[in-house]
């Protein structure tokens, strides 16, 4: 079954600073794909970034850049200098081969203090 | 614009009245779901849909009821409601009816209350 873990509840970041945010997966699949997820006060969920397992590549899009390590099973997310809009929270999900659902993490609550 | 919108966007019911919370997405995709969303847990699929007529369920689909009749709404029913299925509630849509790359886009949320 597939799993997705978070490992950090909460983070406190100094506003310009970079920061990452863990994620560990499991699947027996070997073609899956692993996306954040940012979700700010207002509770809409903003797709931030994609990484398919077949990339060679670390993914990147702007500020936001993911950190995927396909041996230790781990898709960091990585923001660039933090701004105090950054401040939401952010999961991390996995979709399958056949795709039928997203599996979520639990989600990382991230504060930027100016 | 490209979106997918939910209704209500808040609903405060009581338990046992039935209510239906719209899904409908402008951007022709033939896959859409449902998610909750609670304290804790992340989101978790309640159905999903490949294409028109298809649905099937996810993870926590036990009190919940969905329908495909058109390839733009994935209405979600819930029969009759309990407290425990308090939740934000999210529909999403993406293009492929399958396929680890295909970017699910969600819609604004639906905060239930149920008393």
């Known amino acids: 079954a597939q799993k997705i873990t978070q490992t950090q509840p909460g983070m406190f970041v100094q506003e310009k600073e970079a920061v990452t945010l863990d994620c560990t997966y499991d699947?027996?699949?070997?073609?899956?794909?692993l996306f954040w997820y940012k979700q700010p006060s207002s509770g809409e969920m903003i797709f931030l970034i994609y990484?398919?397992?077949?990339?060679?590549q670390n993914a990147t899009e702007g500020r936001y850049s993911l950190n995927f390590q396909k041996a230790r099973k781990s898709a960091n997310l990585v923001i660039s200098a933090s701004q105090l809009g950054d401040s939401a929270m952010y999961f991390c999900?996995?979709?399958?081969?056949?795709?039928?659902?997203?599996?979520f993490g639990t989600g990382t609550r991230l504060t930027i203090i100016p | 614009e490209a979106q997918v919108t939910q209704n209500p966007r808040y609903l405060i019911t009581v338990t046992g009245k039935k209510l239906t919370v719209t899904c409908s997405q402008n951007?022709?995709?033939?896959?859409m779901s449902w998610y909750r969303q609670d304290p804790g847990l992340g989101l978790r699929q309640i159905y999903y849909?490949?294409?028109?007529?298809?649905?099937d369920k996810g993870d926590v689909p036990e009190g919940y009821k969905v329908s495909r009749k058109e390839k733009r709404n994935f209405p979600l029913i819930l029969e009759s409601p309990s407290p425990n299925q308090t939740s934000l509630y999210f529909c999403?849509?993406?293009f492929g009816a399958g396929g680890p790359q295909e970017t699910q886009y969600f819609g604004p949320g639906t905060r239930l209350l149920v008393l």
């Open positions: 999403a849509s993406s």
């Open positions: 699947t027996s699949d070997q073609s899956y794909g």
């Open positions: 990484q398919g397992s077949y990339d060679e």
């Open positions: 999900a996995m979709r399958e081969a056949l795709g039928e659902k997203l599996t």
């Open positions: 951007m022709n995709h033939e896959y």
């Open positions: 849909s490949m294409n028109v007529e298809v649905t």
